[in-house]
């Protein structure tokens, strides 16, 4: 089945710079990459994917990159505020099929 | 917020005992799925139904089962609960390719 790493664990960024988060995935088939964000005790809210017949995406202050070919993408926060202090998930799937999540990666945004 | 509800938000139950959590999908989508998220981890899937019917299994025993209604509406049993069936257990409905998760339900066992 799909295995998906993501790295790293834990993002300490001052706020104003870039936080990047990046994640491998091991089946070939999966075409379809969203990220999530969810924050103490609420659900996981996603906030940008991309599909695998496009290399990057951009929605404002984040933007995602996907390379097909060495199976990884990564996920771009520019202009870090603080209420982008979360956990993010990054997850990979076929269509809307089992999403296979990465561990995870809290990111805290120092003001 | 998504349209997806989930109830009850917090449920307590003791090691045995049954459980059956529920999932109103956003409308106009006939897939959900489940998701099992322990504390500090990543969500794991469960299962997936597509207009009634079961579309894949991740791997979790058989006392794990569910359900999809003609509403699209979905429920998640448990039977003969353990200790490690505690955490917080989601559910996202889907049309094409984006799943929408509710809010969870927070499964405690004693």
């Known amino acids: 089945g799909e295995n998906v790493e993501q790295h790293p664990s834990t993002l300490s960024v001052q706020e104003g710079d870039s936080a990047v988060i990046k994640c491998t995935y091991s089946?070939?088939?999966?075409?379809?990459f969203p990220w999530y964000k969810q924050e103490l005790g609420k659900r996981p809210q996603l906030i940008i994917d991309i599909r695998s017949n496009v290399g990057e995406k951009k929605d404002q202050r984040i933007a995602v990159t996907l390379n097909k070919t060495a199976k990884h993408f990564s996920l771009h926060i520019t202009e870090t505020q603080p209420e982008d202090s979360a956990v993010y998930f990054c997850a990979a799937s076929i269509g809307d099929y089992k999403l296979s999540f990465g561990a995870g990666t809290t990111v805290t945004v120092r003001a | 917020e998504t349209g997806v509800t989930q109830s009850p938000t917090h449920l307590i139950k003791t090691r045995g005992q049954q459980v059956t959590l529920r999932c109103s999908s956003q409308?106009?989508?006939?897939?959900v799925s489940w998701y099992q998220q322990a504390l500090g981890q990543g969500p794991q899937f469960i299962f997936q139904?597509?207009?009634?019917?079961?579309?894949g299994r991740g791997n979790f025993p058989p006392r794990f089962s569910g359900l999809q209604f003609p509403n699209y509406s979905s429920e998640l049993n448990v039977n003969a609960l353990e200790l490690d069936d505690s955490a917080l257990y989601l559910c996202?409905?889907?049309?094409?390719?984006?799943?929408?998760f509710g809010p969870g339900t927070r499964l405690t066992v004693l």
């Open positions: 409308s106009g989508h006939n897939t």
């Open positions: 089946d070939s088939a999966s075409n379809y």
């Open positions: 996202a409905s889907s049309f094409v390719d984006e799943q929408f």
């Open positions: 139904y597509y207009r009634e019917e079961e579309n």
